[in-house]
């Protein structure tokens, strides 16, 4: 009973076949990231499509700890494609929550809680814009292949106040995804006992 607890192997393939799906999402929707519109837009389309699969994640979910692991890992892959170290603390930060709001709060069977956890977790999207906003001229120092045009396109399609309202859009894309992804997984959800 006390290795219950424990995450194990099968928790372990699990969090990384989920893992996989949603970064193919993400990696995805960036890779239209030659129009600078679609920069912001990660904040919109990657939640929306990627909280299905999340969804269907938290069915397997049952100790604390996977989604954590989840996020901090979704935060370094987007560290290591080229968006700095936002999305690694990000994830860190935002999948620890995401964990406690699920499995200790809901205790792994609440709806509700799966549907706030998903929002939570699809801030590491708003942590991957978090350059834009700090530094974008140092960002794309480093790519000068992208030109200037196409970075100041992008400085005036993310100005300051922006920052806030991509926040806000990660986590409302993150919850209406929850809520489309509760629907298609409705039997995986009844067959975990998730209430």
């Known amino acids: 009973m006390k290795n ?23 990696f995805a929707v960036a890779m239209t990231g030659f129009i600078p519109v679609m920069i912001p837009m990660l904040c919109v389309l990657c939640p929306l499509f990627g909280a299905i699969p999340f969804m269907l994640f938290l069915t397997k979910v049952k100790k604390f700890g996977m989604i954590t692991i989840f996020g901090i890992l979704m935060g370094f892959l987007n560290m290591i494609t080229g968006m700095g170290v936002y999305p690694f603390i990000g994830g860190i930060l935002f999948g620890f929550l995401a964990d406690v709001i699920y499995s200790v709060v809901g ?60 926040f806000v859009t990660a986590f409302v894309c993150g919850t209406i995804g929850a809520l489309i992804g509760l629907t298609c997984c409705k039997k995986h959800f009844a067959k975990a006992g998730i209430i």
Do not use: H, Q, R
Request: glycine letters at 6%; proline letters at 2%; one cysteine or more.
């Open 4 to 26: 219950s607890k424990k995450l194990n192997g099968k928790d372990l393939i699990n969090i990384g076949i989920f893992l996989a799906i949603d970064f193919v999402i993400v």
């Open 107 to 166: 205790k792994c069977e609440s709806k509700k809680m799966a549907v706030f956890s998903s929002g939570i977790i699809f801030l590491i999207l708003w942590a991957n814009e978090l350059v834009l906003f700090v530094d974008i001229e140092g960002y794309f120092a480093t790519k000068s292949d992208f030109g200037t045009d196409y970075v100041n396109t992008l400085s005036k399609l993310c100005p300051t106040w922006m920052c806030p309202v991509l």
